[in-house]
């Protein structure tokens, strides 16, 4: 099993910046990656961005076109940490945000994910 605990969302202005932690515990394996999901109110699930990690590939990233360039993700694999770094936010990028985490390579479909984390709200105001 393996346990994933988001942290760092808030409220902030538009144009502001947040960095999201998720910290992961319990079973690791050699090549897993990590996602981050958004959920808007009355908005289905969505992909923002994924980070792959393999003994070979360490850090392959990718984005939804709609944070590119906006949003960076990152990882201590020591820590077992992974970040989302949120520039130059909209108040459509208000939801809550959730991390992930697969075996294997990285995928935009949260039904390819096995473990989730609870959650952080994220607002950005107008």
């Known amino acids: 099993q393996v346990q994933l605990v988001e942290s760092g969302g808030g409220l902030v202005p538009a144009g502001g910046s947040l960095r999201l932690s998720c910290a992961a515990s319990?079973?690791?394996?050699?090549?897993?990656?990590m996602g981050w999901f958004r959920q808007a109110p009355g908005k289905e699930r969505e992909f923002v961005g994924a980070i792959t990690w393999s003994t070979w590939n360490p850090g392959t990233t990718y984005y939804a076109d709609s944070v590119k360039g906006r949003f960076t993700i990152s990882g201590d694999n020591a820590k077992n940490t992974v970040y989302l770094r949120m520039n130059s936010l909209k108040p459509e990028d208000t939801a809550v945000y959730y991390c992930?985490?697969?075996?294997?390579?990285?995928?935009?479909?949260?039904?390819?994910?096995?473990?989730w984390g609870q959650g952080t709200q994220v607002t950005v105001a107008a």
């Open positions: 319990g079973r690791t394996f050699s090549a897993y990656s």
């Open positions: 992930a985490a697969k075996y294997g390579s990285s995928s935009i479909a949260e039904r390819d994910y096995n473990y």
